[in-house]
């Protein structure tokens, strides 16, 4: 059960990791990446950022991409959130393909 600070800063985490997505993707033509929960530890030193990317044949390339380039999303990150984080948690991305997982259910049904 996650505390009331865990939430916010869950939250915080997410929309300002959604910004820094959003930016990137401008470059990028054609991809699309969401940010659809993150989760943050109780000592506040992890973040896990479950993101969902379009299309999604791309994903593990994105999530690739994303992990190598994780120091400077923590950067950027740390930019945004230093006047209300006292420390930045670690950033662990994972893809999120519940999406993909209802669509199959939906054909599955339809058949």
């Given at each position: 059960?996650?505390?009331?600070?865990?939430?916010?800063?869950?939250?915080?985490?997410?929309?300002?990791?959604?910004?820094?997505?959003?930016k990137m993707t401008k470059e990028t033509r054609g991809i699309?990446?969401?940010?659809?929960?993150?989760?943050?530890?109780?000592?506040?030193?992890?973040?896990?950022?479950?993101?969902?990317?379009?299309?999604?044949?791309?994903?593990?390339?994105?999530?690739?991409?994303?992990?190598?380039?994780?120091?400077?999303?923590?950067?950027?990150?740390?930019?945004?959130?230093?006047?209300?984080?006292?420390?930045?948690?670690?950033?662990?991305?994972?893809?999120?393909?519940?999406?993909?997982?209802?669509?199959?259910?939906?054909?599955?049904?339809?058949?």
């Amino acid at each position: 059960m996650d505390s009331t600070r865990q939430n916010k800063i869950s939250r915080l985490i997410q929309k300002e990791l959604s910004d820094i997505f959003l930016k990137m993707t401008k470059e990028t033509r054609g991809i699309m990446v969401s940010v659809s929960v993150v989760r943050v530890s109780p000592d506040l030193g992890i973040a896990k950022a479950y993101l969902s990317v379009f299309p999604s044949e791309r994903g593990g390339e994105v999530i690739e991409h994303l992990t190598n380039n994780t120091k400077a999303i923590r950067y950027e990150l740390g930019n945004r959130v230093r006047h209300q984080l006292r420390i930045i948690p670690e950033l662990r991305f994972y893809l999120d393909d519940s999406l993909d997982y209802i669509e199959h259910i939906d054909n599955l049904l339809k058949d």
